[in-house]
């Protein structure tokens, strides 16, 4: 059984482009068990960069782009954790302000973030790199 706190998380762009073009991230979009949601923000970075790692991986850019759109996540717009920019901005603005957006919503669903960026470490907020999050749902029963 997943613990409570890997139940929902909120996916950073970098996961969800690693997921798309076939990496290990997409292990974790294919349990069940797991609701994923990010923001609007984090998907259209997505867009904007899959182009580049379609080109750089030699894949199609449209079928990444479909791909993407089946993705189990639901996304949330900015409406909706805006009352928690402020405090994400304060611990954020320094390291990355593209990151705002997500830990808002971290912090608005109170749910970890789920990130390979560097910039959540030493963050009150509780983050898990792929291999990490990978490594504890091995011992987990789906």
Excluded: C
Excluded at 75 to 91: C, G, N, Q, T, V
Excluded at 114 to 135: G, H, I, M
């Amino acid at each position: 059984m997943i613990s409570g706190n890997l139940r929902k998380l909120a996916a950073d762009s970098n996961v969800i482009l690693s997921a798309v073009i076939g990496k290990a991230a997409l292990q974790v979009f294919l349990r069940p068990t797991i609701e994923l949601i990010t923001t609007r923000f984090n998907i259209l970075e997505v867009e904007e960069y899959i182009p580049r790692l379609a080109s750089k991986y030699g894949l199609d850019g449209r079928s990444l782009l479909l791909q993407l759109r089946m993705f189990p996540v639901a996304i949330f717009e900015e409406k909706h954790y805006r009352s928690h920019m402020p405090e994400a901005a304060r611990l954020l603005n320094e390291r990355d302000p593209d990151d705002v957006h997500l830990a808002a919503l971290a912090l608005k669903e109170g749910v970890p973030i789920w990130s390979n960026d560097r910039d959540f470490e030493k963050l009150s907020l509780q983050v898990y790199p792929t291999a990490q999050l990978l490594k504890l749902l091995e011992g987990q029963k789906h």
